[in-house]
């Protein structure tokens, strides 16, 4: 089962380049997020989707923007990047339901780097 | 709003020690309470978790108790191992329709032989 994987693993980029990163699930989840990981800071939210078609701001939306056009495909895009955004950035999906005690499935993880 | 707090880290213990990860959080109703496992170079993984007050998490030999007089969640296992060392989050589900995780800011584990 590959369950949720991103693409790509690792990636530099110049400040003012644009790119986007994929999250693909096979679980049929409702619900996807992106994340990012800093040191000292944990994980951030910055996107998620609650169904195909939707998506809704996180805690640090800005500078990102996200599509959800196929229930299985999360789309993170960084149209003019910045030092800032360097980061490891996390897509994780969830099936439906209204339990709170639901676990986040997680993929690999982006290694980004902004120079 | 909702918030996760955890000690500082990096915690290093001989193997076969006694581990302790504090977490106290700050949320308003009565979330679902989480500890996940980053080993190195993957994603996350779910620990336990626990759903309400006095409720007991446990797996692989870590156990969690959900406190809700103390708003805290510790993380304890009676003896650890290398196989331990990573990076562990305490998290706690928002109570909206969205159910994302806020996360501490996570915690690193190194155990030495």
């Known amino acids: 089962n590959a369950g949720v994987t991103q693409t790509p693993k690792f990636r530099v980029l110049k400040t003012g380049q644009s790119m986007t990163l994929l999250c693909a699930q096979d679980?049929?989840?409702?619900?996807m997020y992106w994340y990012r990981q800093d040191p000292g800071m944990g994980l951030r939210l910055i996107h998620y989707?609650?169904?195909?078609?939707?998506?809704a701001k996180g805690e640090v939306p800005d500078g990102y923007n996200v599509s959800r056009l196929k229930k299985q495909n999360f789309l993170l895009g960084l149209e003019s990047a910045a030092p800032s955004q360097t980061s490891v950035y996390f897509c994780?999906?969830?099936?439906?339901?209204?339990?709170?005690?639901?676990?986040?499935?997680f993929g690999s993880g982006t290694q980004l780097s902004v120079l | 709003g909702d918030s996760v707090t955890q000690m500082e880290g990096p915690v290093t213990l001989s193997e076969e020690a006694f581990l302790t990860i504090n977490c106290t959080y700050t949320?308003?109703?009565?979330?679902?309470l989480f500890w996940y496992v980053q080993y190195p170079g993957e994603g996350l993984q779910l620990l336990l978790k626990?759903?309400?007050?006095?409720d007991k998490g446990s797996n692989k030999g870590f156990e969690a108790t959900y406190r809700k007089e103390t708003t805290s969640f510790h993380l304890e296992k009676g003896s650890v191992q290398v196989s331990d060392s990573a990076v562990y989050f305490c998290?706690?589900?928002?109570?909206?329709?969205?159910?994302?995780?806020?996360f501490g800011s996570g915690t690193r584990l190194l155990v030495r032989p």
């Open positions: 994780a999906s969830r099936p439906s339901g209204r339990a709170t005690n639901e676990k986040l499935f």
């Open positions: 679980m049929n989840h409702e619900y």
């Open positions: 989707s609650v169904g195909e078609g939707t998506t």
């Open positions: 949320a308003t109703g009565y979330p679902s």
């Open positions: 626990a759903t309400k007050a006095d």
């Open positions: 998290a706690l589900s928002e109570m909206d329709s969205s159910y994302k995780l806020i």
